[in-house]
């Protein structure tokens, strides 16, 4: 639910800017833009400022000064490794997220009912909101070594526990994440596969195209943008989960938004709060490197999509 | 359809699929429900532990504090975002596109680094009322509240019904009453309830900024009876679904309106 | 060996409960252009997509030449289809796009690129080969739809409401082009359409189908003149309905008698149809039977909306510079060139 708004915001934004040229905004004089201003005073508080203050204390010292230390420190133990910890994460649970979802999505969309499409959405719009702490403790009620998914899993011949396996760890987080990455794919990239039009598939039959020539020439090609950009997403949500991976490691993994979670906890000593600064900053480029070619991505496909 | 009568592989392959998928979904569903349905240990199942969270101490003043926040959050985004946005679609439609990509960027940023942010620039005495929450909520809620008025808006064409309006006389709190208002409630709707639904369930912002809400007690209290906390997990997940489908129902029905006139 | 390129015998086809084809039947000679006519829901598109291999038939067969290929899978059929729109392949160019059927087919690159550009000259795009479809206009996406079927010179040419979606003048263009080119390449031609000005405008015959079934299937000429049925006859062009009574064969048409087409009629109160060029507007008489309501200028020719006497209302086409001194309120005497009159139940 959340991330078709977006797909829906990318799109018309891809209509207006095809549609007509740039309008001057501040040309046209500040009496007509007055209603604007709570809108845009309130997003500058709570939103602009707290960005800009942490861009601008990353770069200080604790007397005040300037510095990079801050931001070099990310490059170093344990820092580094942190930050490739967590892109890490985002990177496999995007990765399994998105191959099931994208089969599912498919899965669905050419079994046609009408009813299940919407009992798939539903149930996808819940679980992709579903994070943090409801998540970790379903887990760890159904994979705990009494629990049911644990037993059933014995039935069949695998026993996770006499393997080794702990949800508490990194794969156990991309198995949680999954929960979530999954439904998100699915969200995500459905509207993709709507505006995968009939009419292509009919005019490749009729032209000569067997169903394979189809999805490689024409299903494919067209649909890898939209699957890219998919991934991306599910790359950023994945990097910037807390609540889970908090709930779930007991301080065992190393990764960014729990370190700065820490850090937020004055937990430490004093000069290392700027670090924080530093961290937050790292994770909004990380974020950002991920977020604008999705939205780049999502603004162009969107012009052939209707 | 290429071939006619072969299309069984294709279309048993993505059944089979389906098919284990949907049994890797449920079965942390099923684990968890079933787990939450125990009274101490796998022989006796009944419905005890999902009456533990209300029996807790601090249960009242939890949910009633987020309850607090979720109620304000929803006044400031009525008040911030359903004028706004009106204004855009009547007076203002080339600024549009601009607000809509402003309102993308809170989606953008990762919520731990808004919660550093926040911290350090927002004032002593902001951070000090647990309503900086319902602001910071508001904002991450932004994305999907606009988007939700802006579509609702577009849908009836507002600029076209109020100058409408306007011609026959009405005058502006008319329009704002009889005009604006009836015709995009189901927005509005979509839009509270949006910003509710996020404000109950947020985690990460009022862990960093060291505020007691229910998400953060929960927690913390659940550590020590996770059948407890897994009946309540699994609680708010079947909730939640339940409250998602009547408001699809519900919203069918009213597109169902508009499409027929 | 027949010389019928394309026949249909006995297509039925059942969606849910609705029944959608009733024992189709028709066959189209080598290098006629057959138009299929009636509103949504008539079955013609259903009877379009069997015919090109995208849906299933219940029972019934597809004849080509002398193959059958009803069991034969879409992508073998050898036939060109232009659908409502947005068929163009998003990802290919213009030229891609026409080159996709002789790539199917495996032609090499120089070769099909070759009669791409052939095809694209003929419709008068070449300029435009590289674009992408978003980049141009309905039209001319329907024109590139258009090559990109006829190129790899298929056997039918299949066209799903081609026009429907395109403005009212780049209609009537393209319509031209397609008869024309359809024409020159003497290409096997099936046109699905609803509006019936487009189908007579440009088919060697039209069949009119409703409900599922053909109601009638013949020259633009013989379904204007001669309706074998009420339907076809109110559905091809304009046509008065005027209630009167059928006794022994005559019904009553402006106070005159007039010999009835009624072979299975018995006598009572039927419905007369009659075109509005059939009838003529007398303006100065002795003992009008009419009052003028409207004058619509449409051009070379003008529509005059009478009432009767006993209430009908009755459209009158005639020239325009005859109908000068026609205006509301005139009083005229109606009266029918037609020799024989269909009618139809009340």
Redesign the interface.
């Known amino acids: 639910m959340a991330k078709d708004l977006i797909l829906a915001t990318t799109r018309s934004i891809a209509k207006e800017t095809g549609a007509r040229k740039r309008t001057g905004l501040f040309g046209i004089g500040l009496r007509n833009t007055f209603p604007l201003f709570p809108l845009l005073i309130f997003l500058s508080i709570f939103f602009l400022w707290p960005i800009g203050a942490v861009f601008v204390n990353a770069f200080k010292n604790n007397d005040g000064s300037f510095t990079w230390a801050n931001y070099q420190l990310l490059f170093q133990a344990p820092y580094n490794r942190a930050f490739y910890n967590s892109i890490r994460l985002g990177f496999i649970s995007a990765l399994v997220g998105a191959i099931p979802g994208a089969l599912i999505a498919i899965a669905i969309q050419q079994r046609g009912s009408v009813r299940l499409k919407k009992l798939i959405a539903s149930i996808s719009g819940v679980l992709a909101n579903t994070g943090g702490v409801p998540l970790a403790f379903m887990f760890l009620a159904a994979f705990g070594p009494e629990g049911l998914a644990t037993l059933t899993l014995k039935a069949i011949g695998l026993d996770l526990y006499g393997h080794g396996f702990t949800l508490f760890s990194f794969w156990g987080l991309v198995i949680i994440y999954s929960y979530f990455q999954i439904p998100i794919m699915v969200i995500v990239f459905t509207p993709a596969l709507d505006s995968l039009r009939r009419e292509w598939r009919d005019a490749a039959h009729n032209l000569g195209a067997s169903n394979t020539q189809f999805w490689l020439r024409v299903g494919i090609p067209l649909l890898t943008p939209s699957f890219l950009a998919s991934f991306l997403l599910l790359f950023a949500s994945g990097f910037s989960a807390f609540a889970t991976a908090r709930a779930m490691t007991v301080g065992n993994i190393a990764l960014v938004p729990l370190i700065i979670g820490t850090l937020l906890d004055g937990n430490v000593t004093v000069n290392q709060f700027n670090l924080g600064y530093a961290l937050a900053m790292g994770m909004i480029i990380v974020a950002l490197l991920a977020m604008i070619p999705y939205l780049v991505i999502q603004a162009r496909t969107s012009k052939w999509q209707r | 359809m290429a071939a006619l009568k072969k299309r069984s592989f294709s279309q048993s392959l993505s059944i089979i699929l389906l098919i284990l998928i949907g049994i890797l979904i449920a079965l942390p569903l099923i684990g968890a429900t079933e787990f939450s349905l125990r009274d101490g240990g796998r022989a006796k199942h009944n419905f005890h532990s999902y009456t533990w969270i209300f029996k807790q101490e601090d249960f009242f003043i939890n949910a009633t504090t987020t309850f607090e926040i979720a109620l304000v959050a929803l006044l400031v985004t009525f008040i911030l975002m359903v004028p706004t946005v009106a204004w855009l679609h009547i007076y203002g439609k080339k600024y549009i596109r601009f607000v809509e990509i402003i309102t993308v960027l809170p989606l953008i940023i990762p919520v731990v680094a808004l919660a550093t942010g926040a911290q350090l620039a927002l004032p002593g005495w902001l951070q000090s009322t647990k309503y900086v929450l319902s602001m910071m909520y508001v904002v991450l809620a932004m994305p999907f509240t606009f988007r939700a008025l802006d579509i609702g808006m577009r849908g009836v064409q507002l600029e076209v019904l109020v100058a409408a309006g306007r011609n026959l006389g009405a005058s502006w709190r008319a329009v704002i009453l009889k005009v604006i208002t009836p015709v995009i409630l189901p927005s509005i709707f979509a839009a509270l309830f949006l910003t509710v639904a996020l404000s109950l369930g947020e985690f990460t912002l009022a862990q960093l900024l060291h505020w007691n809400t229910f998400p953060t007690w929960v927690a913390v209290a659940a550590q020590g009876n996770i059948l407890g906390a897994t009946a309540l997990s699994v609680g708010s997940l079947l909730a939640a679904w339940l409250l998602l489908f009547s408001f699809t129902f519900f919203d069918r029905k009213k597109t169902n309106h508009q499409e027929a006139a | 060996m027949t010389s019928n390129t394309l026949q249909i015998t006995g297509l039925s086809r059942r969606f849910g409960n609705v029944l959608a084809l009733d024992d189709f039947n028709l066959s189209l000679g080598k290098g006629e252009l057959v138009a299929l006519l009636g509103p949504s829901g008539c079955g013609k598109t259903t009877a379009l997509r069997i015919v090109?291999?995208?849906e299933?038939e219940d029972s019934g067969q597809v004849i080509l030449g002398d193959r059958d290929i009803t069991?034969v899978?879409?992508?073998?059929?050898?036939?060109?289809?232009v659908?409502?729109?947005?068929?163009?392949?998003?990802?290919?160019t213009v030229e891609e796009n026409v080159a996709?059927?002789l790539?199917?087919?495996k032609v090499d690159k120089a070769k099909r690129m070759k009669k791409a550009h052939e095809l694209l000259d003929l419709v008068g795009l070449d300029s435009q080969s590289k674009r992408?479809?978003?980049q141009l206009s309905g039209g001319q996406q329907q024109r590139v739809?258009l090559a990109?079927?006829l190129a790899?010179e298929p056997d039918v040419l299949?066209l799903d409401e081609p026009l429907s979606a395109l403005d009212a003048q780049v209609r009537a263009n393209l319509r031209e082009e397609i008869r024309r080119l359809q024409l020159s390449l003497g290409t096997t031609t099936l046109f699905v359409t609803h509006d019936q000005e487009e189908a007579m405008a440009i088919s060697d015959r039209v069949g009119v189908m409703s409900h599922g079934k053909l109601e009638q299937i013949a020259s633009p000429d013989t379904l204007y003149n001669s309706p074998a049925t009420a339907f076809v006859a109110g559905f091809v062009g304009t046509m008065n309905r005027i209630v009167t009574k059928l006794s022994q064969g005559n019904v009553t048409i402006f106070g005159k008698s007039v010999p009835a087409k009624s072979t299975g009629f018995s006598d009572g109160d039927v419905i007369a149809l009659l075109r509005p060029e059939k009838v003529v507007i007398a303006q100065e008489s002795r003992s009008p039977n009419a009052t003028v309501i409207t004058r619509s200028f449409l051009g070379a020719a003008s529509q005059i909306t009478c009432r009767t006497q006993d209430g009908n209302i009755i459209q009158s086409l005639m020239p325009s510079y005859e109908s000068g001194e026609l205006h509301p309120g005139s009083q005229v005497t109606l009266s029918t060139t037609q020799e024989e009159v269909l009618i139809a139940h009340v």
């Open positions: 090109a291999g995208l299933r069991n899978p879409a992508h073998q059929r050898n036939m060109g289809m659908f409502q729109a947005y068929s163009l392949f998003p990802n290919l996709f059927g790539q199917m087919r992408y479809p978003h739809a990109r079927a790899f299949l």
